[in-house]
């Protein structure tokens, strides 16, 4: 069996000296070799470029590089040094002396970049058929479309040619083709990543979005990407974010919005999602999508088209013989646009996103089928403008509303085709999105692109830079008297769970506040019910300083064996004190004293 590209799997290989780059990159090379008859690949890099790449990494420490000996391919729409970039127009290519902000990151962080990857000329399209180098194949099926305008991305990923791929997202590029290639399709918040050294499409809505095999490694990529970057004049930073709580709502389309273009199969398929999702805390709540919709049509029916026209104005004035003719219709579009109505579509826009705001105030994210159908080569092109309009069905509204978004592998239809779902919610939201896509994609037991191997063992993360993770047994614990001591710190809550089944709990002397001690043992001990909350590295002294003795904040083993600070007792505290362990935990033993 060939070997497992994703990060995860390769990190581990690394770290453990079973292997080096050269040995990794001189494989993946062999896998290249033969006929692109996936049209994936506008430009590949040469052999010894790719090794020299891999060769200068063999005297460096892999665990101080993230991303040490990762092959990636990157959407020739973004900069690479030395390449030329097309955009999918050769009469537009250029060749740019630097790399895109976000591709040097990757680099610097010892990733190894293959090649420029097909796309749907000038990122105008969700399917891959408008490109003069060639309409991209479906992973599962070459009789399929792959999605797009990331095509080629997409299925280097989903083929085991690569570890990771770099599209971008407009309209719903870097989500559509992963729902279609059986991948974790990311489109971060607007400006997380940065967009210098991408050819615009709408400069104002551009991502650069991730494709990876599974969950943890589109968040390994995240951590590098995800620089602040003063010289794009679009780049936002940002923020700390809580995760999605335990008991979470989810917001799904009104029966009469959803649509699947006469896909039984996916149909079918999203109903299981819904399913899956409530089996992991979540409860479904019918929202009104009408908001939502009428902002995607703006996308291409409203003003929106002429910041399209915008972007390549100058070389489309010129040289418009040399845009497809799908591509041409559209952009050329832009030129009708006056002023007035591109002040009135963002007055509208405006009062969608107000109307979007009073929907999501009712759940935490929202859940919807990707796309709602997958066509073949040949019906796509005989009808471009309505296919393609379809595909955007759930995805057009994303950047315009300001969402992150993640695409997810949610099963395969009868015919062995890959269904995608995607989850949503407000920006800066992208890892707690992560997060919950891990969980629903192990859950549903898939496998990674099309090499039909299963998904890695994935360790638990540790906990991000600035943040530490507190359990905590008592008082602090959500709702009690001293929680307030948590949250006006700017800690949320993680989650709700156990302790390791070798502590013993008391309910010590004086009060109140009453508070319980926490005591590791040998024998006789029980799993206590805890809450993992995290805390911001900057408050956290301040929260420590303030715990009376006996207790102390020390290591505290969570069942599955997880450790994190955690409040403990000094064992002279429980002198006198009352063992309420077989209660299990806090909360119980308040409710038997009626407290």
Not at 281 to 292: E, K, L, S, V, Y
Not at 358 to 385: F, H, K, N
């Amino acid at each position: 069996m060939a070997r497992s590209l994703d990060i995860t799997s390769l990190r581990r290989a690394y770290l453990a000296g079973e292997l080096t780059p050269v040995t990794l990159l001189e494989e993946v090379l062999a896998r290249l070799e033969g006929e692109d008859t996936h049209h994936i690949w506008i430009e590949r890099l040469p052999r010894e470029t790719v090794l020299a790449y891999a060769r200068a990494l063999e005297d460096r420490d892999p665990a101080g590089l993230p991303l040490y000996g990762i092959p990636f391919a990157i959407k020739d729409n973004i900069d690479l040094a030395g390449v030329p970039t097309t955009a999918a127009c050769p009469a537009f290519a250029y060749r740019p002396e630097q790399s895109a902000h976000v591709v040097q990151r990757l680099i610097d962080a010892g990733a190894i970049p293959l090649g420029k990857t097909n796309l749907d000329q000038f990122a105008t399209g969700l399917n891959g058929t408008r490109s003069p180098y060639g309409a991209c194949r479906n992973a599962f099926d070459p009789d399929y479309i792959a999605g797009g305008s990331s095509s080629g991305s997409a299925v280097a990923v989903a083929l085991g040619q690569v570890s990771f791929a770099l599209g971008t997202d407009t309209a719903g590029s870097g989500r559509v083709p992963a729902a279609f290639n059986n991948l974790v399709g990311l489109k971060p918040t607007r400006g997380l990543l940065s967009t210098r050294g991408v050819v615009p499409a709408c400069r104002t809505l551009d991502c650069v979005s991730i494709f990876a095999l599974h969950a943890a490694d589109a968040e390994a990529v995240l951590a590098v990407a995800a620089d602040y970057d003063p010289r794009d004049a679009q780049a936002r930073a940002g923020r700390p974010e809580a995760p999605f709580p335990p008991r979470f709502r989810f917001g799904v389309p009104r029966a009469d919005q959803k649509a699947f273009f006469g896909d039984d199969a996916g149909a079918e398929l999203f109903a299981e999602s819904i399913e899956r999702l409530e089996s992991l805390g979540g409860r479904a709540m019918t929202i009104d999508f009408a908001p939502f919709l009428e902002a995607a049509r703006l996308l291409y029916e409203g003003p929106w088209v002429a910041e399209r026209y915008a972007a390549i104005r100058d070389f489309f004035d010129t040289r418009a013989e040399d845009v497809l003719p799908v591509i041409r219709t559209i952009i050329g579009q832009g030129r009708d646009f006056d002023a007035a109505q591109t002040f009135n579509g963002f007055y509208r826009l405006a009062e969608l996103r107000r109307a979007a705001e009073a929907v999501m105030a009712s759940v935490d994210l929202v859940l919807t089928p990707t796309a709602g159908r997958i066509y073949t080569i040949e019906a796509l092109q005989a009808e471009p403008i309505r296919r393609n309009s379809e595909l955007g069905y759930y995805t057009n509204f994303m950047n315009l509303l300001d969402f992150a978004a993640v695409a997810v592998p949610a099963g395969f239809t009868p015919a062995g085709l890959p269904f995608g779902i995607t989850l949503f919610a407000p920006a800066f939201r992208d890892r707690a999105l992560l997060a919950l896509a891990a969980r629903f994609h192990t859950a549903l037991g898939g496998t990674m692109g099309a090499t039909g191997l299963p998904l890695p063992a994935v360790d638990v993360p540790e906990p991000r830079e600035g943040i530490i993770e507190v359990a905590v047994a008592g008082a602090h614990l959500e709702g009690l008297p001293l929680n307030g001591q948590l949250t006006q710190r700017g800690a949320w809550l993680v989650e709700r769970t156990r302790t390791s089944p070798d502590y013993r709990c008391y309910a010590l002397a004086g009060g109140p506040p009453f508070r319980p001690g926490l005591i590791r043992v040998e024998e006789g001990g029980a799993a206590i019910e805890v809450e993992v909350w995290a805390v911001p590295a900057e408050h956290f002294g301040s929260f420590v300083a303030g715990i009376p003795a006996p207790l102390g904040i020390g290591r505290v083993t969570l069942e599955g064996g997880r450790e994190v600070s955690g409040f403990i007792c000094e064992p002279r505290g429980i002198e006198g004190a009352e063992d309420i362990t077989a209660f299990g935990g806090w909360r119980a033993y308040l409710a038997a004293k009626g407290d």
